[in-house]
């Protein structure tokens, strides 16, 4: 389960080194964006970075990378072990999540890095990843509502946990589009704490006026927050415009508006969007990119839909269907090391889009079968456009058929 806290990661930790400085990221919605940004940021000035981001999309390890690789399957196991090895020694009790942390430490420490990038898991103030001891820099993307049963029912209450990664002395990036209640919150308690927030404008960046428009609004909010966080980790190199544009322009983090093929799975000769939208907040930034690009081409979208139990499907069916849109709903399967983590059931998903007041073209209930969603999904589509939302999970699932079909 999830057990909030620092006294386990601590333990843990105790005789691990961070001779590392670190870019912390916390918020609801576009952290692992902007740790992929900053990471081809640091590549594009040849600094040393490690960076460690969840969840994981296919196994655990993926969380990890070294200077954007991820890290190498015989040194993960070996930290892991080192790191569980302690664990039972010294009956720490450590959650599955806070033995990945404490892992990612230890090969950060191994690799020599200059600097980790480091995403927050859940909430922030008591995430196993606030046991970082040399922040540079901090950093708050858009907060939304999401784990309100750790983290607490008002978007205010959420952003306090979110400014617990504050730190005296140290700067701290806010994503100035969030709304100002929020902003509010998170100015008192950088007061309170001593640190000196900036609050973005993507309108005044000029990196992101460089590549306005190749961006969508969302992605314009998370690289100001990253240029704004590499120019505050690295003064000197702020000025490196054309080398930071190229290396945003190549930047790819997938599951988030990612175009794939599944001509190999399903026989369909055009590709998919898939997006790991999975909370109301992203699903109006999914609804707004679909609006723009797929929309206009007056076919229906035909949809594969999973979601995580306690997650508010009704409202992200309400920004994301309309009239004459076709629905496969499945559930995902086991997620590596967070059995907690269970999947709606996929009645439940098409009742929730029943109740939307959507007039669906056809349904189908693909209950644990990802695979037959899919070809479901590419029949129904003809060459119309299809789209997987709902879970990182539910991506995830999607990248291991991927895998297994080419071995």
């Known amino acids: 389960m999830v057990n909030l806290g620092l006294a386990r990661i601590t333990a843990l930790l105790k ?16 952290k692992g964006s902007i740790c992929a940004y900053l990471t081809a940021m640091m590549r594009a000035n040849q600094i040393s970075c490690g960076r460690f981001t969840s969840p994981h999309l296919i196994e655990p390890r993926d969380s990890i990378a070294i200077n954007d690789d991820p890290v190498s399957e015989s040194k993960f196991k070996h930290f892991e072990n080192l790191v569980k090895k302690r664990n039972e020694e010294q009956n720490i009790g450590a959650s599955e999540f806070e033995l990945l942390t404490a892992t990612a430490f230890e090969i950060f420490e191994s690799e020599n890095v200059e600097i980790g990038i480091i995403e927050v898991g859940l909430g922030g103030a008591l995430d196993a990843t606030n046991a970082l001891k040399h922040k540079c820099v901090t950093v708050i993307s858009k907060i939304g509502l999401d784990h309100q049963s750790f983290l607490g029912t008002t978007i205010e209450e959420i952003a306090l946990h979110k400014a617990g990664i504050m730190r005296k002395g ?48 969302h992605q314009r909010q998370n690289l100001t927050c990253a240029h704004e966080a590499f120019r505050l980790a690295y003064p000197q190199r702020a ?15 997938p599951g988030r508006l990612q175009c794939v093929s599944i001509e190999n799975l399903t026989g369909r000769k055009e590709d998919i969007l898939l997006d790991g939208a999975h909370n109301p907040q992203s699903a109006e930034v999914l609804a707004s990119f679909i609006d723009k690009h797929l929309r206009p081409l007056n ?11 306690g997650k508010d499907v009704t409202e992200m069916f309400k920004l994301l269907l309309r009239d004459g849109d076709s629905v496969a709903a499945v559930e995902f399967g086991p997620v590596d090391q967070m059995p907690w983590v269970q999947p709606t059931s996929s009645a439940s998903l098409l009742d929730a889009a029943s109740k939307c007041g959507i007039v669906l073209s056809s349904q189908f209930d693909a209950s644990k079968n990802v695979l037959s969603a899919l070809k479901w999904a590419s029949q129904t589509a003809g060459g119309g456009p299809l789209v997987v939302a709902g879970s990182l999970y539910l991506v995830s699932d999607i990248f291991k058929l991927f895998r297994s079909n080419t071995r």
């Open 239 to 253: 000025d490196s415009t054309d080398s930071l544009a190229s290396a945003a322009r190549k930047m790819t983090w």
């Open 299 to 309: 076919k229906p979208i035909t949809w594969v839909l999973a979601a995580t139990q």
């Open 170 to 217: 140290v700067p701290c990036v806010v994503d100035g589009s969030n709304p100002k209640s929020v902003l509010d919150v998170l100015q008192k308690h950088a007061d309170e704490t001593g640190s000196d927030i900036r609050f973005t404008d993507s309108e005044s960046d000029p990196l992101v006026g460089r590549l306005r428009a190749e961006l969508e609004p």
């Open 15 to 30: 005789q691990t080194p961070q001779t590392w400085k670190a870019i912390h990221v916390a918020g609801t919605n576009g």
